[in-house]
């Protein structure tokens, strides 16, 4: 069966876009070595609603934005892709505000590892300040959402034409032989250190409320996840006969 990738670059640059142009680089070249199907969405498509902060997600599950924006088909496509990619231009030191935009409606999956098992490639542009922090930024972002396997891209370039340059290409087939060992199976997710203390944190803050009306803990409760002694014992749970 094809897999499936999801891309969101929150870059509000279109067609001019190099962040944009990076990542349609990348899944062409994956797609002539795997068998998968991608999109990439941007702020151009997506207008998305700022989070209102009501946090009605942590206490219900829903989101009233949801029905005006449909981001709930957003949702529904990440979940069922094997992989999340996400994509900025360095702004100001760190992650575009489109892109802020996109994970603060995504906050619930913070904490209820919705996410777990997938893998996920994040990938920065800039003109050469500020990679490293806007990496760490969307690592903890995407861990925090339970994804562990993560390859990063951070690219200093200053035009389009750069991503002709041979040092470019070589890292976008490090990132497509990466995605491919790991859409054929050869490589398995693996939790870590962040990962596993962090699994206990929200262990420890839902256990005392599982079995009250909030949603977080609730779906702990629920997805049997109390039961479990480590974020390793979830994934291992995950890939049972894969
Ligand atoms: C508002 C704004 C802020 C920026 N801030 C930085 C920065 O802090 N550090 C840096 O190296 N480049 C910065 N840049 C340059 C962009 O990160 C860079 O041009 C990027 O590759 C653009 O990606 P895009 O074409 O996908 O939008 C900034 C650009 C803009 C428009």
């Known amino acids: 069966m094809n897999k499936k990738i999801f891309c969101y670059v929150g870059s509000p640059r279109g067609e001019k876009s190099i962040t944009i142009n990076l990542a349609r680089k990348l899944l062409t070249y994956l797609s002539h070595r795997s068998?998968?199907?991608?999109?990439?969405?941007?702020?151009?498509?997506?207008?998305?609603?700022?989070?209102?902060?009501?946090?009605?997600?942590?206490?219900?599950?829903?989101?009233?934005?949801?029905?005006?924006?449909?981001?709930?088909?957003?949702?529904?496509?990440?979940?069922?892709?094997?992989?999340?990619?996400?994509?900025?231009?360095?702004?100001?030191?760190?992650?575009?505000?489109?892109?802020?935009?996109?994970?603060?409606?995504?906050?619930?999956?913070?904490?209820?590892?919705?996410?777990?098992?997938?893998c996920g490639v994040i990938i920065a542009t800039s003109t050469g300040n500020s990679l490293n922090e806007t990496a760490y930024y969307l690592r903890r972002i995407m861990h925090g959402w339970g994804i562990s396997d993560i390859y990063t891209m951070l690219i200093p370039v200053q035009t389009n034409?750069?991503?002709?340059?041979?040092?470019?290409?070589?890292?976008?087939?490090?990132?497509?032989?990466?995605?491919?060992?790991?859409?054929?199976?050869?490589?398995?997710?693996?939790?870590?250190?962040?990962?596993?203390?962090?699994?206990?944190?929200?262990?420890?803050?839902?256990?005392?409320?599982?079995?009250?009306?909030?949603?977080e803990a609730k779906y702990w409760n629920e997805n049997g996840f109390f039961e479990l002694n480590s974020y390793k014992e979830l994934l291992e749970i995950l890939y049972k006969g894969k």
């Open 35 to 118: 068998e998968c199907i991608y999109k990439i969405y941007s702020p151009s498509e997506l207008k998305l609603e700022k989070c209102l902060g009501c946090e009605c997600c942590s206490k219900n599950g829903n989101c009233e934005l949801d029905k005006v924006d449909n981001f709930d088909k957003i949702k529904n496509e990440m979940i069922s892709s094997d992989v999340i990619i996400l994509g900025t231009p360095v702004y100001a030191g760190t992650i575009s505000s489109y892109l802020k935009e996109f994970i603060e409606r995504l906050s619930l999956w913070l904490h209820i590892f919705k996410l777990a098992g997938k």
């Open 161 to 215: 034409d750069d991503l002709e340059k041979a040092e470019i290409n070589e890292e976008i087939n490090r990132c497509v032989e990466y995605l491919c060992s790991f859409l054929a199976g050869l490589k398995k997710p693996a939790s870590n250190n962040y990962l596993e203390q962090y699994f206990q944190t929200l262990k420890k803050l839902y256990l005392p409320v599982r079995n009250f009306e909030h949603y």
